[in-house]
């Protein structure tokens, strides 16, 4: 099979993020645009991509892109596309779409048109007037930007943020892709000590310790392509085994989580045994102002509240200072936090070196990255 146009969708502001991942898995990026990277590749790439991409929302199969500003040139350039190639004669396939800018602005309707235009194409290839659809799930979209019709198929399933360790019942906002690019914004790497001191449900710890031991983050879930009947099931075993064997089982890493919520770390405690980082992982139950740090060298990062809550707002910004105050004690530390409070650096009485704005689901946050110095060339720090 030729080439196939993959999209490794992104929330706003991780674009480079996810662009870099895919590059260091050696895959060729084509385009970045807002919310979407586009690389190329074949099946071993597609797995590759929706196994170790830890920052993407979804890989998604590209179709095809035409220009579309009636509803018939809608339905001709979806019918001309070979949707045999990926759905067979039972196959699921419901269709989701959006419109941005363009002439075909009921979203609906281009929904009913799309589905129409598969439809059509199926029968005529499988000689059916009615397709059942009782089996594997196809999943497309239909996206209009600008009176540009894109047709894409999820290969995904679930998010990628879900990569099956977390309770998604409990009070736990922060997306395991956010927390993934906090860390690899952070470059840390496993030599360096890592404390989170508002862990919470343990996101970010999980996140840094797969970092650490190179484990792939859907090693333990499941994709809608391994439903598909023409996909190679070789091909993702394979990649699956090369995943495997690329993990870092014996890594010793020193990441430490604290919170004063003993719930909090309770669940913690579940979400990163679920994970299989155990090992790599210390939860300790102190506010943040008396964790202790022995070490040289570390990362702090960190999601701590934000005072978006009535009444909560005065108690925060009094923890922002007394961060400040604690940042201070920790010359040798790189400091990263993220909050929606565009007031952070004034109550911590530190500029950031750098803040990149990202969203916390829709919550607009500033990322703010206080740079220490680079530890000693071959030197660890435990």
Same mark, same amino acid.
């Given at each position: 099979?030729?080439?196939?146009?993959?999209?490794?969708?992104?929330?706003?502001?991780?674009?480079?993020?996810?662009?870099?991942?895919?590059?260091?898995?050696?895959?060729?990026?084509?385009?970045?645009?807002?919310?979407?990277?586009?690389?190329?590749?074949?099946?071993?790439?597609?797995?590759?991509?929706?196994?170790?991409?830890?920052?993407?929302?979804?890989?998604?199969?590209?179709?095809?892109?035409?220009?579309?500003?009636?509803?018939?040139?809608?339905?001709?350039?979806?019918?001309?596309?070979?949707?045999?190639?990926?759905?067979?004669?039972?196959?699921?396939?419901?269709?989701?779409?959006?419109?941005?800018?363009?002439?075909?602005?009921?979203?609906?309707?281009?929904?009913?048109?799309?589905?129409?235009?598969?439809?059509?194409?199926?029968?005529?290839?499988?000689?059916?007037?009615?397709?059942?659809?009782?089996?594997?799930?196809?999943?497309?979209?239909?996206?209009?930007?600008? !009176?540009? /019709?894109?047709?894409?198929? =999820?290969?995904?399933?679930?998010?990628?943020?879900?990569?099956?360790? $977390? *309770?998604? %019942? +409990?009070?736990?906002?922060?997306?395991?892709?956010?927390?993934?690019?906090?860390?690899?914004?952070?470059?840390?790497?496993?030599?360096?000590?890592?404390?989170?001191?508002?862990?919470?449900?343990?996101?970010?710890?999980?996140?840094?310790?797969?970092?650490?031991?190179?484990?792939?983050?859907?090693?333990?879930?499941?994709?809608?392509?391994?439903?598909?009947?023409?996909?190679?099931?070789?091909?993702?075993?394979?990649?699956? !085994?090369? /995943?495997?064997?690329?993990? =870092?089982?014996?890594?010793?890493?020193?990441?430490?989580?604290?919170? $004063? *919520?003993? %719930? +909090?770390?309770?669940?913690?405690?579940?979400?990163?045994?679920?994970?299989?980082?155990?090992?790599?992982?210390?939860?300790?139950?102190?506010?943040?102002?008396?964790?202790?740090?022995?070490?040289?060298?570390?990362?702090?990062?960190?999601?701590?509240?934000?005072?978006?809550?009535?009444?909560?707002?005065?108690?925060?910004?009094?923890?922002?200072?007394?961060?400040?105050?604690?940042?201070?004690?920790?010359?040798?530390?790189?400091?990263?936090?993220?909050?929606?409070?565009?007031?952070?650096?004034?109550?911590?009485?530190?500029?950031?070196? $750098?803040?990149?704005?990202?969203?916390?689901?829709?919550?607009?946050?500033?990322?703010?990255?206080?740079?220490?110095?680079?530890?000693?060339?071959?030197?660890?720090?435990?």
């Amino acid at each position: 099979m030729a080439a196939m146009r993959l999209i490794a969708t992104a929330a706003f502001g991780l674009e480079a993020v996810v662009k870099r991942e895919i590059e260091e898995l050696g895959l060729e990026t084509l385009s970045v645009e807002n919310g979407k990277v586009t690389f190329e590749g074949g099946y071993p790439e597609l797995v590759k991509a929706n196994l170790w991409l830890r920052t993407a929302d979804r890989v998604l199969l590209e179709m095809g892109s035409f220009p579309a500003t009636t509803f018939d040139e809608l339905f001709e350039g979806v019918r001309a596309l070979p949707w045999e190639e990926w759905i067979h004669e039972n196959g699921i396939f419901p269709v989701e779409g959006k419109s941005v800018k363009s002439t075909l602005f009921s979203v609906s309707d281009c929904q009913r048109i799309c589905k129409k235009a598969v439809a059509a194409r199926l029968g005529k290839v499988y000689g059916q007037e009615w397709l059942e659809e009782t089996e594997s799930l196809y999943r497309i979209q239909v996206s209009l930007l600008k !009176d540009i /019709a894109t047709l894409t198929i =999820d290969t995904s399933g679930v998010g990628l943020h879900k990569r099956g360790y $977390r *309770d998604y %019942n +409990a009070i736990a906002p922060l997306k395991e892709t956010l927390a993934a690019a906090m860390v690899k914004l952070s470059y840390w790497d496993k030599d360096r000590p890592l404390v989170d001191p508002f862990c919470g449900s343990g996101t970010i710890l999980i996140e840094a310790a797969l970092v650490g031991m190179n484990m792939a983050p859907g090693l333990t879930r499941e994709f809608a392509f391994e439903t598909w009947s023409n996909f190679p099931k070789d091909i993702y075993q394979q990649m699956r !085994d090369e /995943a495997v064997d690329a993990t =870092d089982w014996d890594a010793k890493l020193n990441i430490v989580g604290s919170d $004063r *919520d003993l %719930n +909090a770390l309770k669940l913690a405690e579940r979400h990163i045994e679920r994970a299989g980082v155990e090992d790599q992982v210390k939860l300790v139950h102190a506010d943040f102002k008396k964790m202790p740090f022995n070490d040289d060298y570390g990362v702090i990062i960190c999601n701590p509240p934000y005072g978006e809550r009535m009444g909560e707002l005065e108690e925060v910004e009094t923890m922002y200072r007394d961060m400040g105050d604690l940042f201070r004690t920790l010359p040798t530390w790189s400091k990263y936090v993220i909050t929606s409070h565009r007031g952070f650096e004034r109550l911590a009485r530190q500029q950031a070196d $750098r803040k990149r704005k990202l969203y916390n689901g829709r919550i607009q946050c500033n990322y703010y990255q206080y740079y220490g110095p680079r530890p000693p060339k071959g030197e660890k720090h435990e």
